[in-house]
């Protein structure tokens, strides 16, 4: 679902396998806010070329639901262009671009998708860099802006933790996430991803956590391989009763105030500004 400057407002990005038909029909119900479907990591790769076949149906299969729908297409470039054709000509929302270490390759995605596109009347293909290397942090900044399809930006914590040899849970790895997530923000485009790594699915306790923590850091949703993962995602990153009826009775105090011509209000014991009101604004847009 985008929001009124284009960039994505999902709290759940489920990963799904694209040549897995099964998986494919359960993701059209699920809650999820986005469907990705994947042409890269879950699909071995004698099955790469099956699936990037199977990709149309699988869309149009998940154009029953509601959720948006993406792929994360492959490297190197002899199996993303492929992908990218596929993708386009499927309709779907957005591409996830994996290693993506430099400003240079997005901009050559772009255009790539100019050129698939063509005259197509739709809306152009959103991107998706994904930030999975040392050099893709040290570059995030040109990374994020070198496009105005790149709506949102996420951290993969799995190859990132190998090509800097450190821990999930290491202080190096939560300091590139905050990077991405800042270069992110400070771009306005829409920061994504989880701040470690949950291997197994069935520790919600704990993927809990983590999702509490990455969204502290900034954070504003996150992808998940699992549908049991998918509620704490939604719950995580989304607004709580409280914050909605807290947001509304700040917008209505505010609101109410300027009209009197005051820049300012106290609501109870609290002082609630123009920065306040924005904060609250944007919460309640977002719900």
Known sequence: MPDPVGNA??????????????????AVS?????VILDLEDAVPAEHKAAAREQLSGAVAALRQGTAAVLVRVNRPWTAMIPDLEAAVQAGVDGVIIP?????????????ALCELEGDTAGAPTKVIPLIE?????????????????????STGIGDLCLDL???????????????VVQATKAAGRTPLGLAGLIVSFTDIDQFR????????????????????????LN???????????????VV????????????????????????????????????
């Open 99 to 111: 290693k993506s270490d430099d400003a240079g390759m997005i901009r050559t995605v772009d255009q």
């Open 252 to 287: 209505s105090a505010y609101e109410e105030a300027a009209a009197e011509g005051r820049g300012s209000v106290m609501l109870g014991d609290i002082f609630i500004d123009n920065a306040n009101y924005r904060y609250a604004k944007e919460l309640l847009e977002r719900v």
């Open 9 to 26: 407002v999902w709290r759940s990005l489920l990963y799904v396998p694209a040549n897995r038909d099964r998986f494919v029909r359960s």
């Open 133 to 153: 290397s040392a050099r893709g942090v040290r570059r995030v900044d040109e990374i994020v802006d070198a496009s105005t399809r790149v709506i949102a930006a």
């Open 165 to 179: 040899r450190a821990s999930p849970d290491s202080t190096a790895v939560t300091h590139a996430f905050t990077e």
């Open 235 to 249: 719950e995580v990153f989304g607004p709580s009763p409280d914050e909605i009826d807290g947001a509304r009775r």
């Open 209 to 232: 956590a983590l999702a509490a923590t990455s969204r502290a850091i900034g954070s504003t949703g996150a992808s998940c391989i699992h549908p049991r993962q998918i509620g704490t």
């Open 30 to 34: 699920s809650s999820a806010d986005a």
